[in-house]
């Protein structure tokens, strides 16, 4: 394991870097020479004597990282506290049952959520609108443009009824036709046969 000592807008003595890296030096036994621990190490006049030196440790361990920090009345002393915190998280992180491994796309996406980085899911919208003009044409010229196209659906106003129409692949290869009608009722799909009346309740055939 690496330790890195170094002080936050202070002067880190020799002995207190040494005795760092001793004190660290005990959490070998856990961890292997991958992983590192980042030490700094910073003062601050304003809080009391008794907790005045703060000692933070960052812990990367199997690429998880682990943080945590400790006050004293010396920087010895704030090293004594830290390094039994990371030495419990330490030992929780490997008693803990290995998950199976993430893709590195849903790696990279946990870091952000993490961090906070990660973008909130959003609405899906419209982003973009087209307008074309529309000639009415055959049924069977509908199909040629289609497959010129190389579309899976092509809206065309039919010649012979003048209503517009749309032209769709289903999932089998054939194809279908939709052809809207003012007030939500619907018609009988080409080979079924249509009612006396004409007309189909909520029960009736939908296009396929």
């Not at 304003?46 to 030196?53: E, F, L």
């Amino acid at each position: 394991m690496r330790t890195i000592v170094k002080g936050k807008n202070v002067e880190v003595p020799d002995h207190v870097r040494r005795y760092a890296e001793r004190k660290f030096g005990r959490l070998e036994r856990l961890l292997d020479d991958r992983s590192d621990a980042l030490v700094e190490l910073s003062n601050e006049q304003h809080r009391s004597a008794v907790d005045a030196h703060i000692a933070e440790v960052t812990l990367v361990i199997d690429g998880r990282t682990l943080r945590s920090h400790a006050t004293g009345a010396s920087y010895q002393a704030a090293l004594d506290v830290v390094v039994d915190k990371v030495e419990r998280q330490a030992v929780d992180h490997k008693e803990k049952p290995r998950l199976r491994q993430r893709p590195i796309e849903e790696k990279a996406l946990l870091r952000r959520i993490a961090d906070g980085t990660a973008e909130p899911a959003r609405e899906t919208r419209i982003v973009k609108t087209k307008r074309f003009a529309i000639e009415p044409m055959f049924e069977e010229d509908a199909v040629a443009a289609m497959e010129e196209l190389g579309h899976t659906f092509f809206v065309f106003v039919n010649a012979e009824t003048e209503h517009l129409a749309v032209l769709y692949r289903r999932r089998d290869g054939d194809l279908g036709l939709i052809e809207p009608i003012l007030g939500g009722e619907y018609t009988a799909g080409r080979g079924h046969h249509a009612p006396a009346n004409g007309r189909h309740g909520r029960e009736g055939a939908r296009p396929a």
